[in-house]
Each structure stands twice: as C-alpha cells, then as structure tokens.
C-alpha cells in the first residue's frame, strides 16, 4: 500500500495544480488515478502465482517450473505495468505542450509588459493560444489548429493504448485461467495434470482492468467526436 500512495502523490499533485489547465485535463488525470489503484488491486492475486500453481506429479519439482513457463508463455504483470507507462505517457504529451505554450505565453507577456515588443504584430505559434480566468491560464482551443491535432493525437495514442492492453488481458491472461484442469505435455518429463489455484480471484481481477479500460475507451472516443465536431468544424466555418 506504501508504494501505490507514493505513486498517487505526484498525480494528484500535478492534477490539482490548475495554474495552467485545458479541456479534459481532470478527467485524465482522474483515470490515471482510478488505474493505478485497480492495477494496484488487481495484482495482488497474481503475486504468488508461481506458488499456486500446482501439479499431481510431485516427485520433480523441475517438472513442475517447467510446466509453468509452458503454461504461462507470455507476461501478465509485467505486461500491464509497460502498459500503464504508455498510457501515463498519453497525458505526459498533452502537458509538455501545455507547459511549452504556457513558456511562450508568458516570455510574451513579459515583453509586452516592459515595452519590448507591444506594437509587434508577428507572434510565435501558439504564443495567444491561452485565456486568463479566475483559476489561472487555460488552453483556448479556439486558437491553434495544431493545437487540436497534437491534442486529438494524444487522445488516439490513449485509446491504441487501451485496446492494447485490453488485448492482452483478453487473449494473453485470460484463456491461462479459463480451463480448470489441463494436461501438460512438456518434453523429457511425464505427463501430468496441472492447475492454478485461485482462479476465480485472478478472473475477476482481469474483469475489473477490462471495465476500466472500456470505460477508458468509450470517454477518449467522444473526447474525439467532439472536439472533430466542435473545433474542427469552427476552423472550417472561419476560414469560409
């Protein structure tokens, strides 16, 4: 528990942080938070799935491991941590891009405060894409076009993420734990039936990352229908 609230304190850290924020950006960040702890939920029946697995031939413990690494050929665990880095790598996109635009915004405001520059009328790209409210500065999407399009591509690298990983819990972890009994037939050792205890727990398990990641889904797909349908649509409108 020690290492899943160390992990939440920069999160929440940098998701209450709205000294700078954008159309989304708590919902993102929210779903970060309900996925580290679910991940965090869900691998504690897999922490001693070596130890629950189990065989009737007892004389050859080496039988037994490899068995195992027949069984499970491909990683679980491992799999939904690398996984989670990609998706946190999602968010981590759209905020250095916040953080570039918010570095552009104020070395503009500074100059324009000192007399530099006011009566310029060239500006960087981006460097108006702010609006100042009570909270602080917030992304105007109104403004870039390239804006939207970086945004919309974090937003699809999020959902090719999540049907990744919903792959891998459908096809990679789930049919290990389907069948109650199986025989394993592995070469230069005996015959043997081989089971894994626990399952039910590990099913449900996977169910609760599957739920997680659908909702995930269904939330980034119309984040992108509605920002094709509202900016992309006023872009077009203005330059007509």
Not at 10 to 39: E, H, N, Q, S
């Amino acid at each position: 528990m020690a290492a899943i609230v160390t992990g939440l304190i920069p999160i929440l850290r940098t998701a209450v942080d709205t000294t700078t924020t954008y159309k989304g950006r708590t919902v993102w960040f929210g779903f970060l938070c309900i996925r580290l702890v679910t991940l965090f939920l869900a691998q504690m029946p897999w922490f001693k799935l070596e130890s629950d697995f189990s065989c009737n031939v007892t004389t050859d413990g080496l039988c037994t491991r490899a068995c195992f690494n027949w069984h499970f050929d491909k990683p679980s665990v491992m799999a939904w941590n690398f996984l989670f880095v990609l998706l946190l790598l999602s968010v981590l996109l759209m905020e250095m891009l916040t953080a570039h635009l918010r570095s552009i915004f104020q070395k503009k405001s500074a100059r324009e405060k000192s007399g530099g520059e006011a009566e310029s009328q060239e500006e960087p790209t981006g460097a108006s894409g702010f609006t100042t409210n009570s909270a602080g500065l917030a992304l105007d999407m109104h403004r870039s076009r390239k804006t939207v399009i970086f945004y919309l591509f974090s937003v699809v690298l999020r959902i090719t993420v999540e049907i990744w990983f919903v792959y891998v819990l459908l096809y990679w972890n789930l049919p290990k734990l389907s069948p109650t009994m199986f025989l394993c037939n592995v070469t230069g050792c005996p015959k043997q039936r081989c089971v894994v205890r626990a399952a039910a727990e590990k099913c449900m398990s996977i169910y609760a990352l599957l739920s997680i990641s659908a909702l995930v889904i269904i939330i980034s797909s119309a984040f992108c229908v509605y920002f094709i349908a509202h900016y992309f649509c006023n872009f077009c409108t203005q330059s007509s």
